[in-house]
């Protein structure tokens, strides 16, 4: 499609066989960041002169938790209608609004309709998320994860496994409700493979940041230890 997402018309056969071949061939190919950018946590420790030790931190209470709900929801919120925008439309959009920098959420009052066409709200998000029609936080994949490390942590503790967060994607998280490199691993899954090679095969978007944006429980949970929130 000309801007982001899914074409509405499926690849044929050939072309995802022909896919499937390419990642496959690539997957055979040496990594050359492999020694650089380890993926197990002892050799990662290795390459870590200063491995942060714990330090003295007050105790989770319920505000700070709270807090750090409202704050990673009202930050999501403030994204999804501009998501997969340029930063150049997403301030023309909110200077339009007399909204930039931002001081509240995106709204479509005041936007002339030619910079709306030329920078269209995120379909999914735009009924939901813009200031005229927000009605709490509407659901969002990037608020989904983090309400599934928290049931992880409920169910399994802080000893928690790779399988354990593969055993709670398969009975919680819908595949409908995933994307790029989630839904790769999602299917991997599905079709019955195990960590980890869940995560790696055939899926190119295996380096993208959908991880590194959604663990922020685990260091609301380990305040003052990053090394433990890793």
Known sequence: PPRAGASARPVSPRLRRLAEDLLDELARLPCPSADAEPTDIDRIGALCPDWPSPRPAGAVSRARLEAAWLGRAAGCLLGKPVEKLPLTGIRRLGRAAGNWPPTSYFTARGVPRDLLA?????????????????????????????????????????AFTTDDVARLWLDELPPGRTFTAERIA???????????????????????????????????TNPGDPAAAA
């Open 118 to 158: 030329a920078y269209p709200w995120n379909r999914r998000s735009a009924p939901t998320s813009l200031a005229e029609n927000i009605d709490g936080m509407p659901e969002d994949d990037d608020l989904n994860y983090p309400l599934l490390n928290l049931l992880l942590l409920q169910r399994h503790g802080r």
């Open 186 to 220: 999602h299917r991997n899954l599905l079709t019955g493979l195990e960590p980890p090679d869940t995560a790696r095969h055939r899926n190119p978007f295996r380096e993208w940041i959908g991880a590194l944006i959604r663990a922020d429980v685990h260091g609301w």
